[in-house]
């Protein structure tokens, strides 16, 4: 059964810096792997997505890197600022199951003016 | 512009009633998905449908049933609430293209089952 973990549960940093979030998974036969954001009291957006040949994606101050042989995939978030705070979840899409999704339990990050 | 919308956003009901929830979406998407999200737990599939007359059972299927009869719909029913269905409810939709298959996400239906 694919588990999907992220560590650290939460992070406050100082706004400015470059931070990193980390995911995990138990199988390494995905489809693809997303990452989103949620706010409080508010659905999910979807910020980027990673195909299972790819080994990272871009988009703005976001890049999103995948490592499926070791189970891995990291959020790097560059300069953050305060309205990057939100809890940020990653989810694979495991091949068995076409287009179903298993998420981890998210990292709520807060970022400091 | 093209939503996914729930309703309510806020139920408070009785253990044993039956409870529906009330998914839209506007993309024209053939693929809908309905998740609970729950501290500790993350989100969790309850159901999914690929169109209309299609439904499958996810992770988390007992005591939920949904009916896709058009596509922008997708009703939850709960059959008989129960205390362990207190939960945030989330739908989703998806294109049918399997290879960009970004989901979208409603706003969340918050439940409460005295």
């Known amino acids: 059964k694919q588990e999907v973990t992220q560590i650290p549960a939460a992070l406050s940093v100082p706004e400015g810096e470059n931070l990193v979030l980390n995911c995990s998974f138990t199988?390494?036969?995905?489809?693809?792997l997303q990452w989103f954001r949620q706010d409080p009291g508010k659905g999910l957006t979807s910020l980027l997505l990673?195909?299972?040949?790819?080994r990272e994606q871009t988009s703005g101050r976001l890049n999103a890197s995948l490592d499926k042989s070791s189970g891995r995939s990291t959020l790097y978030i560059a300069a953050s600022q305060p309205g990057d705070s939100a809890t940020y979840l990653c989810?694979?899409?495991?091949?068995?199951?076409?287009?179903?999704?298993?998420f981890g339990q998210g990292t709520r990050l807060t970022i400091n003016p | 512009d093209a939503e996914i919308t729930q309703s309510p956003r806020h139920k408070i009901t009785e253990t044993g009633r039956q409870v529906t929830l009330a998914c839209h979406q506007t993309?024209?998407?053939?693929?809908m998905f309905w998740y609970r999200q729950d501290l500790g737990h993350g989100l969790r599939l309850i159901h999914y449908?690929?169109?209309?007359?299609?439904?499958n059972k996810g992770e988390v299927s007992d005591g939920y049933s949904v009916s896709r009869s058009n596509t922008e719909d997708l009703p939850l029913t709960l059959e008989s609430a129960a205390s362990s269905q207190t939960s945030v409810y989330f739908c989703?939709?998806?294109?049918?293209?399997?290879?960009?298959?970004?989901?979208?996400f409603g706003p969340g239906t918050r439940l409460t089952v005295l």
């Open positions: 989703a939709s998806s294109e049918r293209n399997g290879y960009t298959d970004t989901q979208y």
């Open positions: 199988d390494s036969a995905i489809y693809n």
């Open positions: 990673i195909q299972s040949s790819q």
């Open positions: 989810a694979v899409r495991i091949i068995q199951g076409a287009q179903k999704l298993v």
């Open positions: 993309w024209n998407h053939n693929n």
């Open positions: 449908s690929y169109g209309v007359q299609d439904t």
